[in-house]
């Protein structure tokens, strides 16, 4: 249950304008990241710790990140990912500032031990 919650809470409904036309014109090739994703060196959201304070402090992330609006659609659907007070952060972002931000956000958030920026500056 409490992984559906946090799978819930990364869900973001897309906006439709024409920059989101334009992407879907072009077929997603996560070939190369899923099978990365299945050696198990890397973090994935089902590695996100069931107790209370690493919950909160993914959902507070969130509630951050989803908030921001100077964020674009693909930065607000990163994965956050938190096991011991330690936030794994990882997806697409479209700029370096993005990225910058996120990681803020992140390590400004109670409870945090240390962030692992894994964001991803997404090609033009």
């Known amino acids: 249950m409490t992984r559906l919650l946090i799978l819930a ?15 879907q014109d072009k077929p997603a ?6 099978e990365r994703d299945r050696g198990g060196d890397t973090k994935t959201p089902l590695d996100q710790n069931e107790n209370k304070g690493d919950i909160d402090i993914t959902a507070s992330i969130r509630k951050s990140v989803v908030g921001d609006d100077a964020l674009s659609m693909g930065a607000k ?11 794994t952060l990882r997806g697409p972002v479209e ?7 996120i ?15 894994q964001l991803e500056i997404a090609p033009e």
């Open 103 to 117: 990681a803020k956000l992140a390590q400004d958030t109670a409870g945090v031990k240390r962030v692992d920026d």
């Open 29 to 34: 090739d996560n070939t190369k990241k899923n």
């Open 95 to 101: 700029t370096a500032d993005e990225k910058l931000k």
């Open 77 to 87: 659907n990163v994965k956050i990912i938190t096991a011991d007070g330690v936030v």
């Open 9 to 23: 809470l990364a869900i973001v409904v897309p906006s439709c304008d024409k920059a989101d036309a334009n992407a």
